[in-house]
């Protein structure tokens, strides 16, 4: 079993930065493809980004390129996501996402584990 708790969200003015974390329990996190997704009020989940457990490929979405960055510390079991240039868009509860095995299921949004969110509010 693989518990994940995200941290960092909050409430950020438009253009600013915010950077998420999202600690990982489990002996085996080093070897997890781990991801973000967010869910803004009245629409469905979408994926953020992805990080496979080597670190050597990630994935964005097209919103977020150029904005948003992705990276592990597999020695701290934690993933981040750096955001700058934040518009009122990227309101949201932001979910972290680990997968033992498949790169893929973060990416698609089946990945085995969740987070329970964390809310980032961009004000105008």
């Known amino acids: 079993q693989v518990q994940l708790v995200e941290s960092g969200g909050g409430l950020v003015q438009a253009g600013g930065s915010l950077r998420l974390s999202c600690a990982a329990s489990?002996?085996?996190?080093?070897?997890?493809?781990m991801g973000w997704f967010r869910q803004a009020p009245g629409k469905e989940r979408e994926f953020v980004a992805a990080?496979?457990?080597?670190?050597?490929?990630?994935t964005y979405a097209d919103s977020v390129k150029g904005r948003f960055t992705i990276s592990r510390a597999n020695a701290k079991n934690t993933i981040y996501l750096q955001m700058n240039s934040l518009n009122t868009e990227n309101t949201a509860v932001y979910y972290c996402?680990?997968?033992?095995?498949?790169?893929?299921?973060?990416?698609?949004?089946?990945?085995?584990?969740w987070g329970q969110g964390t809310q980032v509010t961009v004000s105008s």
């Open positions: 990080i496979s457990w080597r670190a050597d490929i990630t």
């Open positions: 489990g002996r085996t996190f080093s070897s997890y493809a």
């Open positions: 996402a680990a997968d033992p095995l498949v790169y893929s299921k973060v990416v698609t949004g089946t990945p085995g584990y």
